[in-house]
């Protein structure tokens, strides 16, 4: 998956991720309504708590960071701001945005979908509303709700706005599933996901090295989903 494209930017698959179908539909909707209730369902975050820290203090001081799939913007959008970031958080969801605004009025944060940050995409390098470079990016069970064929897309998405040697905080759930609906407190999510060793490779591929990996045995309160196993993996945006 690699080679260079119309945009120079080393990835000739932009094109097949514009012709991808991107179904959102019901996914940003179902987030609007859980609200709140998602911070009470995973009351428990040291896995994200822990890739946040190493974010934050692996950073210079004053780093820029993008929060993909920022939620309620808790805890890492507040806890990078906390820090001395400079903290941009993007989402699909309103009603997340509005919690987020609420919860870390110090960050910036964007109603954008993660392939509008492509090359040439509406908030991508080149694009009409570029939202520009940065020096960290989290993304903490944000990619997970793509479809698998977006996913590594996504990540080249990621690695075009990341500066060289910028960093790469990814939280995902092990699983091997595509685009399988889930019950989530009261509505249905469609969610994805890699075993391990693939995982690794995605990430590889998309052009980032692995500088650091934690799993954890999690499971949600009152949510009717079974425990899962959560990988965070700290990476580095090779050149």
């Known amino acids: ?18 012709r991808l179908a ?5 996914q940003a909707e179902a987030f609007d309504a859980i609200g709140d209730r998602l911070d009470d369902a995973f009351p428990h ?3 994200q708590i822990a890739a946040g820290r190493w974010m934050a203090e692996t950073l210079p001081p004053g780093s820029r960071v993008l929060d993909v799939g920022s939620g309620t913007g808790l805890p890492t959008a507040r806890q990078l701001v906390d820090a001395g970031h ?9 009603g997340m945005l509005k919690l987020a605004r609420d919860n870390v009025p110090e960050a910036t944060f964007h109603h954008v979908d993660i392939v509008d940050l492509r090359v040439g995409g509406r908030y991508g390098p080149g694009g009409p509303r570029e939202l520009g470079s940065f020096d960290g990016i989290t993304a903490n069970f944000s990619l997970l709700l793509l479809p698998r064929p977006e ?18 905080a990814l939280g995902m759930v092990e699983s091997d599933i595509d685009d399988f609906p889930i019950p989530f407190l009261g509505h249905s999510v469609r969610v994805s996901g890699y075993l391990r060793d693939e995982l690794r490779q995605v990430v590889r591929d998309a052009g980032f090295e692995i500088a650091g990996e934690d799993a954890y045995s999690y499971a949600p309160a009152s949510t009717g989903v079974p425990p899962e196993i959560q990988i965070f993996l700290n990476c580095r945006r090779r050149a």
């Open 22 to 26: 991107l179904d959102r539909s019901g």
């Open 45 to 47: 975050k040291e896995g």
């Open 151 to 168: 996913i590594p897309y996504a990540l080249r998405a990621l690695h075009a706005v990341l500066r060289p040697e910028g960093l790469l």
């Open 1 to 18: 998956m690699s080679g260079e494209d119309e945009y120079g930017d080393g990835y000739a698959g932009y094109a097949d991720f514009d």
């Open 86 to 94: 400079e903290v941009v958080g993007i989402d699909i969801s309103e």
